[in-house]
């Protein structure tokens, strides 16, 4: 950490603030220059995330998404935080990748340098992460908010892959993350049309777990994270871990994966200290051992 902190590069104060517990108000005096960085929730353990970027919707340009991966690294290694809310404005999630951005890229450029390579990086995240999604969530706005684990939305959001409108496809898992979630034939549907759907659909696509007025989504998210943050931050990790089997692997082996975790949970201390705290009718206190 001492060598983050001397880093003279822009974006490493932060990080360091972050660790040291001196990130009050540190959203207003922010290095970073497209999301907003905060500890949320009673006890400081939901990291937040405020894509900043109002004037352009939100759009996911390189320097975003580079700051958002920096930032979750952050509160991936902060032992404090147990869980991740990614949130926007009141208009937008996100409006897509930045359009303007990639209107001249080659194939070449893509190919070549690896283009999104590094837009992967909530979905390796080890802690739980929530996307809170107002507004628009399209395009990369869309699959950002699918590579998170638990989408909570507000009455007025839309989800759509419009790709397809500009004469490309979904690059950031948009095909495969929405047609897991929601089905073949709504997948297949948004991706060929470039049609929306409503908060209401997409819950009821199971796209969504929540819907909330626009102006509570991200304090039931931040909640939501603080329960999360309640338990213990290791038997968190390995539910989540198996839960993502689901998505990977056959049901054999998932459930084989499942046993494995499962069988693990009680080599921790947090698994016997759960049920004690059960039988002797008091509230378990983890300690992420
Ligand atoms: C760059 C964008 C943008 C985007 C909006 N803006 N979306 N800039 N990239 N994806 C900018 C506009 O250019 C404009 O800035 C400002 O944001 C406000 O947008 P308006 O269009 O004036 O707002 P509105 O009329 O309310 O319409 C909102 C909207 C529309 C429906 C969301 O902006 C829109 O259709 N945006 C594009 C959505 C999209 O196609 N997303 C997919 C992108 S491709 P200026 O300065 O010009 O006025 C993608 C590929 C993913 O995501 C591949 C893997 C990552």
Redesign the pocket.
């Known amino acids: 950490m001492a060598a983050l902190c001397r880093g003279a590069a822009r974006l490493t104060l932060p990080i360091c603030q972050i660790r040291q517990g001196l990130y009050r108000g540190y959203s207003a005096g922010s290095s970073f220059q497209y999301i907003l960085v905060e500890r949320k929730g009673q006890s400081q353990n939901v990291g937040f995330i405020q894509l900043n970027r109002p ?7 390189d320097g975003l998404i580079n700051e958002l991966n920096q930032a979750l690294d952050s509160f991936e290694s902060d032992p404090q935080v147990g869980a991740i809310v990614i949130t926007g404005s009141e ?2 999630f ?9 209107q001249n890229r080659t194939f070449q450029d893509c190919y070549g340098g690896s ?2 390579a590094h ?1 992967n990086r909530v979905s390796s995240a080890r802690k739980p992460v929530i996307a809170a999604v107002n ?2 969530a ?7 908010a699918m590579m998170c684990d638990i989408i909570y939305a507000g009455e007025k959001a ?1 989800f ?4 397809i ?2 004469g ?7 095909t495969q993350r929405l047609t897991r979630a929601v089905g073949k034939s709504l997948a297949m549907e948004m991706v060929l049309t ?1 049609d ?1 759907i409503s908060a209401q659909e997409a819950k009821q696509a199971g796209l969504v777990s929540k819907i909330y007025p626009a102006d509570k989504v991200v304090e039931e998210a931040i909640s939501c994270g603080e329960k999360i943050a309640r338990n213990s931050k290791l038997i968190v990790s390995m539910a989540k871990e198996s839960v993502n089997g689901a998505f990977e692997l056959s049901l054999a082996e998932g459930n084989k994966l499942e046993k494995r975790l499962f069988y693990s949970t009680f080599a921790t201390e947090d698994r016997k200290e759960g049920m004690t705290a059960f039988v002797e009718k008091r509230k378990a206190n983890f300690t992420d051992q």
Do not use: V
């Open positions: 004037k352009a919707l939100n759009a996911l340009c208009k937008a996100a409006a897509g990748a930045d359009i303007k951005e990639m283009f999104l837009w507004g628009f399209l395009g990369g706005g869309c699959e950002l839309q759509g892959q419009p790709e409108l500009l490309t496809i979904p690059g950031a898992g948009g470039g929306r």
